[in-house]
């Protein structure tokens, strides 16, 4: 298996592999994404969750309360499955190509990596003996985003005739709904409504508005055939555009249809159908050739910034990478959109954005991919007036409260007590503006917004929380926990409280040290009153903890709490929130997954290493780990503990997560989160990394079951490369201004020399 490739071979055909197959195949670039849908159909029978979607552009369903309580929000954004354009038939005279009917003699579905392409091979014998082989490679481009290539080309082996290709471009389409999965909406609205269709030439475009949200989106379809034609044909009803090719297919020779789909929305462009002409038109003019280079240009720069590898586990390299690949296909590119639970590869939980982009996902691109990490954090800048709208709503007269679950800025969260209570989205929030500050020492981005966001924070914490007996308290909010909600003191949130409004304060600090403040100052109309409070109420946080058990309590009330040993618990009542109701989950000290245990991990030093430890070991007896939020950050602290098999047994449980199928419902999507956990997994639990205010920190571990890994990071100007050896550990300065680096507690000056760290130097 080739560096960057995952394929397989004579791959089943029974619905349940069709469907987690166009999940683990499908196309994206970050702005649009293509469930892997065979472009023939399938047969009567067969289920499939056809989906085509652009991040960031949704509509508006309504979400009734059963009690109209003040504030309970009763209207939600949701992704829309935009357009169907991946619609081709192929027949061979007269015979329709089908993998449902016939002989398909061999099989192959790859995913390059390398060259940003899924391909589909099939060697097909139709019922009348004549065989063909159908190649399909397909591309989401990363140069021109709103452009969807499938490349079809078919080589006649054992005859000569007539092929017919049918190229569809469908814009009336529906979203997926189950009303059992609470993923998933649970009805079938319909979304987008058609406007204008045009025809220009053999190109279709198909103008569609939202039914609520004011939107628009253009769908425009291109077919080019690289043969001669010997006849064309144009059908349409309603929106619904077929354009029929027909050729001359010679023994032995090939033919290939070029199908071009271009999709553009009004939240980046005032005129979408101007756009989609435009884009066509330097679509023609780059050619498809240098399209695919500029896909590979694309992506050689981003495996040389990011790639990792483990030494020895070839299995374990490429869901890695597969990981890493997804990440980057599912980050937005603009400050128009985020990252959803399931990217672009499906439509659990809406298309909608949670605190996992900046808690899970958005380390990775501020390690290795700064612009990217930049517009994430440009995002949550143009959704801030909703966030301060959402605290009037909650109640605050100051500040900004980010919503626990959006697309444009307003909550989505029907179930305000594990939503809208989850206060720590703004610390989560926070928290990421400052590790990218820490990363990559930009002052002009704190100064443009970073520094609004901290200060707009800072301020709900000093609305929400409370002074008493000289102690700061935060009441009646929920943590990362779903399975514990509105809680006093729930350590998570005092901890990122805690963080945020110091960050506050000191970011002000270092902008009026570089005279970059006065802007900010006067826009916020921020005093020094106003940042001592802060200061105050920081140092004054109050941090649970139990003299007793010698831990952090997960809350005021959770250790009063009934144990539910989660060992007694069958597998088939797992996750619990599906088998059992929110209230006995709320008595009971059980865990969906990493709470205090993740405070732990990403602020370390609010505790001293053995309360870590005791706390780590009371929250392993009572965390079902439901999510897939949770075995990483476990594998990063038993990573930090010293507990190296629990470390380990943790990450398996992470890296092959979606690869492998082995929650068994990628089918659903991709778990895009778990995805840059595995990342962190091996980065900040292996490789022991974390940037401080005060540099760059390694204490790296190797696992008994590697023989070695490398990663490669970048600080400030400098590109770093570390490889982890049973006997020594590496660095080396692979671009830009010298660094210090802490290894195992030793400053090392990396400059243009490799620095080797060998096991009797390690301190």
Same mark, same amino acid.
């Given at each position: 298996?080739?560096?960057?490739?995952?394929?397989?071979?004579?791959?089943?055909?029974?619905?349940?592999?069709?469907?987690?197959?166009?999940?683990?195949?499908?196309?994206?670039?970050?702005?649009?994404?293509?469930?892997?849908?065979?472009?023939?159909?399938?047969?009567?029978?067969?289920?499939?969750?056809?989906?085509?979607?652009?991040?960031?552009?949704?509509?508006?369903?309504?979400?009734?309360?059963?009690?109209?309580?003040?504030?309970?929000?009763?209207?939600?954004?949701?992704?829309?499955?935009?357009?169907?354009?991946?619609?081709?038939?192929?027949?061979?005279?007269?015979?329709?190509?089908?993998?449902?009917?016939?002989?398909?003699?061999?099989?192959?579905?790859?995913?390059?990596?390398?060259?940003?392409?899924?391909?589909?091979?099939?060697?097909?014998?139709?019922?009348?003996?004549?065989?063909?082989?159908?190649?399909?490679?397909?591309?989401?481009?990363?140069?021109?985003?709103?452009?969807?290539?499938?490349?079809?080309?078919?080589?006649?082996?054992?005859?000569?005739?007539?092929?017919?290709?049918?190229?569809?471009?469908?814009?009336?389409?529906?979203?997926?709904?189950?009303?059992?999965?609470?993923?998933?909406?649970?009805?079938?609205?319909?979304?987008?409504?058609?406007?204008?269709?045009?025809?220009?030439?053999?190109?279709?475009?198909?103008?569609?508005?939202?039914?609520?949200?004011?939107?628009?989106? &253009?769908?425009?379809?291109?077919?080019?055939?690289?043969?001669?034609?010997?006849?064309?044909?144009?059908?349409?009803?309603?929106?619904?555009?077929?354009?029929?090719?027909?050729?001359?297919?010679?023994?032995?020779?090939?033919?290939?249809?070029?199908?071009?789909?271009?999709?553009?929305?009004?939240?980046?462009?005032?005129?979408?159908?101007?756009?989609?002409?435009?884009?066509?038109?330097?679509?023609?003019?780059?050619?498809?050739?240098?399209?695919?280079?500029?896909?590979?240009?694309?992506?050689?720069?981003?495996?040389?910034?990011?790639?990792?590898?483990?030494?020895?586990?070839?299995?374990?390299?490429?869901?890695?990478?597969?990981?890493?690949?997804?990440?980057?296909?599912?980050?937005?590119?603009?400050?128009?959109?985020?990252?959803?639970?399931?990217?672009?590869?499906?439509?659990?939980?809406?298309?909608?954005?949670?605190?996992?982009?900046?808690?899970?996902?958005?380390?990775?691109?501020?390690?290795?991919?700064?612009?990217?990490?930049?517009?994430?954090?440009?995002?949550?800048?143009?959704?801030?007036?909703?966030?301060?709208?959402?605290?009037?709503?909650?109640?605050?007269?100051?500040?900004?409260?980010?919503?626990?679950?959006?697309?444009?800025?307003?909550?989505?969260?029907?179930?305000?007590?594990?939503?809208?209570?989850?206060?720590?989205?703004?610390?989560?929030?926070?928290?990421?503006?400052?590790?990218?500050?820490?990363?990559?020492?930009?002052?002009?981005?704190?100064?443009?917004?970073?520094?609004?966001?901290?200060?707009?924070?800072?301020?709900?914490?000093?609305?929400?929380?409370?002074?008493?007996?000289?102690?700061?308290?935060?009441?009646?909010?929920?943590?990362?926990?779903?399975?514990?909600?509105?809680?006093?003191?729930?350590?998570?949130?005092?901890?990122?409280?805690?963080?945020?409004?110091?960050?506050?304060?000191?970011?002000?600090?270092?902008?009026?040290?570089?005279?970059?403040?006065?802007?900010?100052?006067?826009?916020?109309?921020?005093?020094?009153?106003?940042?001592?409070?802060?200061?105050?109420?920081?140092?004054?946080?109050?941090?649970?903890?139990?003299?007793?058990?010698?831990?952090?309590?997960?809350?005021?009330?959770?250790?009063?709490?009934?144990?539910?040993?989660?060992?007694?618990?069958?597998?088939?009542?797992?996750?619990?929130?599906?088998?059992?109701?929110?209230?006995?989950?709320?008595?009971?000290?059980?865990?969906?997954?990493?709470?205090?245990?993740?405070?732990?991990?990403?602020?370390?030093?609010?505790?001293?290493?053995?309360?870590?430890?005791?706390?780590?070991?009371?929250?392993?007896?009572?965390?079902?780990?439901?999510?897939?939020?949770?075995? &990483?950050?476990?594998?990063?602290?038993?990573?930090?503990?010293?507990?190296?098999?629990?470390?380990?047994?943790?990450?398996?449980?992470?890296?092959?997560?979606?690869?492998?199928?082995?929650?068994?419902?990628?089918?659903?999507?991709?778990?895009?989160?778990?995805?840059?956990?595995?990342?962190?997994?091996?980065?900040?639990?292996?490789?022991?990394?974390?940037?401080?205010?005060?540099?760059?920190?390694?204490?790296?571990?190797?696992?008994?079951?590697?023989?070695?890994?490398?990663?490669?990071?970048?600080?400030?100007?400098?590109?770093?490369?570390?490889?982890?050896?049973?006997?020594? &550990?590496?660095?080396?300065?692979?671009?830009?201004?010298?660094?210090?680096?802490?290894?195992?507690?030793?400053?090392?000056?990396?400059?243009?020399?490799?620095?080797?760290?060998?096991?009797?130097?390690?301190?």
């Amino acid at each position: 298996m080739q560096k960057y490739i995952y394929q397989i071979k004579d791959f089943p055909l029974d619905n349940d592999s069709l469907l987690l197959h166009e999940t683990l195949f499908h196309n994206a670039n970050g702005y649009l994404g293509a469930r892997s849908n065979f472009e023939e159909g399938y047969p009567e029978g067969y289920h499939s969750i056809q989906g085509q979607y652009i991040n960031g552009f949704y509509d508006f369903s309504t979400m009734p309360q059963a009690e109209k309580l003040y504030g309970l929000f009763e209207e939600k954004q949701t992704m829309l499955n935009a357009v169907d354009t991946q619609g081709i038939e192929l027949r061979i005279d007269g015979e329709r190509f089908s993998m449902f009917e016939g002989k398909v003699l061999e099989r192959i579905r790859t995913l390059d990596m390398q060259n940003g392409v899924t391909i589909r091979e099939v060697l097909w014998e139709s019922p009348g003996g004549k065989r063909v082989l159908v190649k399909v490679r397909r591309m989401a481009s990363f140069n021109i985003l709103p452009l969807f290539l499938v490349e079809y080309t078919v080589t006649a082996l054992n005859f000569s005739g007539e092929a017919e290709l049918i190229s569809s471009h469908i814009g009336e389409v529906m979203n997926y709904f189950n009303p059992d999965d609470p993923r998933v909406a649970g009805e079938a609205d319909k979304y987008l409504l058609p406007e204008r269709d045009i025809l220009e030439g053999s190109n279709s475009f198909m103008l569609m508005h939202t039914s609520k949200s004011n939107l628009r989106m &253009c769908s425009a379809v291109r077919n080019t055939l690289d043969k001669a034609t010997k006849e064309k044909q144009i059908k349409q009803k309603g929106f619904h555009t077929e354009q029929i090719l027909t050729v001359e297919c010679r023994q032995g020779e090939s033919i290939t249809l070029y199908k071009e789909t271009v999709l553009c929305d009004s939240v980046r462009y005032s005129d979408p159908v101007k756009a989609a002409q435009e884009t066509l038109d330097r679509i023609k003019k780059t050619g498809f050739t240098a399209l695919y280079q500029k896909q590979r240009d694309y992506l050689d720069k981003f495996w040389n910034e990011c790639d990792m590898e483990v030494y020895g586990d070839p299995e374990l390299n490429i869901a890695v990478r597969y990981n890493l690949y997804q990440l980057m296909q599912s980050v937005g590119k603009d400050r128009y959109s985020n990252i959803a639970a399931k990217g672009l590869s499906g439509e659990g939980y809406e298309g909608h954005y949670f605190w996992d982009t900046e808690m899970y996902m958005q380390p990775f691109f501020t390690l290795t991919a700064r612009e990217v990490s930049k517009n994430l954090i440009r995002y949550r800048y143009t959704i801030l007036e909703y966030a301060k709208e959402n605290a009037r709503i909650m109640g605050h007269n100051k500040g900004a409260l980010y919503p626990w679950r959006t697309i444009m800025g307003r909550e989505c969260s029907g179930y305000y007590v594990s939503g809208s209570a989850a206060y720590h989205i703004n610390g989560d929030v926070a928290y990421a503006v400052i590790s990218y500050y820490l990363a990559a020492g930009d002052l002009e981005l704190m100064q443009e917004c970073g520094a609004e966001i901290l200060i707009e924070t800072a301020r709900l914490w000093m609305d929400t929380g409370n002074y008493y007996k000289g102690r700061f308290h935060i009441h009646e909010v929920t943590g990362p926990d779903e399975y514990t909600c509105l809680v006093n003191n729930n350590y998570y949130t005092n901890a990122v409280a805690k963080y945020n409004l110091r960050w506050a304060a000191k970011i002000i600090d270092l902008l009026a040290a570089d005279g970059m403040a006065d802007e900010v100052v006067q826009k916020l109309q921020i005093t020094q009153e106003e940042l001592d409070t802060f200061k105050a109420a920081a140092e004054a946080m109050y941090l649970p903890y139990d003299q007793e058990l010698g831990i952090n309590p997960q809350d005021d009330s959770f250790l009063e709490k009934k144990i539910w040993d989660v060992n007694t618990i069958p597998e088939d009542k797992k996750p619990l929130l599906l088998h059992y109701h929110p209230m006995h989950l709320y008595r009971h000290q059980i865990c969906k997954q990493a709470d205090t245990v993740m405070a732990h991990f990403i602020l370390e030093d609010e505790q001293d290493l053995e309360t870590m430890r005791r706390s780590f070991e009371y929250y392993e007896r009572v965390t079902t780990h439901d999510s897939s939020l949770s075995p &990483c950050i476990f594998s990063i602290m038993a990573s930090k503990l010293g507990k190296s098999e629990a470390a380990y047994a943790y990450f398996g449980e992470s890296a092959k997560l979606d690869l492998f199928n082995t929650h068994k419902n990628t089918r659903d999507g991709i778990h895009t989160a778990n995805m840059g956990g595995t990342y962190m997994a091996i980065v900040y639990g292996f490789g022991g990394l974390r940037i401080k205010a005060d540099g760059l920190y390694l204490m790296p571990a190797l696992p008994d079951q590697w023989e070695g890994y490398q990663f490669r990071i970048r600080y400030r100007d400098a590109g770093i490369r570390v490889s982890i050896r049973p006997e020594h &550990c590496e660095l080396e300065l692979l671009e830009g201004d010298d660094a210090v680096v802490h290894v195992y507690g030793k400053a090392y000056e990396l400059k243009t020399e490799k620095i080797i760290i060998r096991r009797g130097e390690q301190r």
